[in-house]
């Protein structure tokens, strides 16, 4: 398995990917279908993504398939740009074989080199295979943004955890 930044010419099989990942999970922002990006507007947020200091993506390949990943997004303004916000998604064959905890390695290592001190990220209350991940790699709880999610009709309340470096 390896565990590596993203390039731009991974631009059309990241997409599709995340649109796997969205496909087959429960608990991702989007919904099945929901994505619209193509794989042009990819390579291009990929390149924006470049000129970031504090911004990357993580990606986990195994025998040349992308089969997870870890986006870590910086904040745009002087006073967040020592903050990333984190969405990670592994395909779901993939899930419990200890690729979710070698990517936020990654992460965590890579932030203090780009001024990053602060990760964040949110959570669904409801999963607990990603929240026992999260506390695993060191993230607390700070907080609970109530009925913030609705999940096939029903209401879900995240968690809103962050690690300080």
């Not at 200091?53 to 398939?65: D, P, R």
């Amino acid at each position: 398995m390896l565990i590596r930044e993203i390039r731009i010419d991974d631009g059309e099989n990241f997409i599709n990917l995340v649109k796997e990942v969205e496909r087959k999970s429960d608990f991702m922002l989007m919904e099945a279908g929901e994505r619209k990006t193509t794989p042009e507007q990819q390579q291009k947020q990929l390149e924006r993504f470049e000129q970031q200091n504090n911004s990357t993506i993580f990606v986990a390949e195994e025998k040349g398939k992308l089969v997870g990943y870890l986006i870590a997004i910086g904040g745009t303004v002087k006073r967040t740009k020592h903050c990333a916000y984190l969405v990670i998604g592994i395909l779901q064959e993939y899930r419990g074989k200890g690729i979710g905890s070698k990517l936020f390695d990654k992460v965590i290592k890579w932030a203090p080199k780009h001024n990053v001190s602060r990760l964040e990220l949110t959570v669904v209350t409801e999963n607990k295979a990603g929240l026992a991940l999260y506390k695993k790699s060191g993230f607390d709880i700070e907080g609970t943004k109530r009925n913030s999610i609705n999940i096939n009709g029903t209401n879900f309340d995240e968690y809103c955890m962050s690690k300080l470096l």
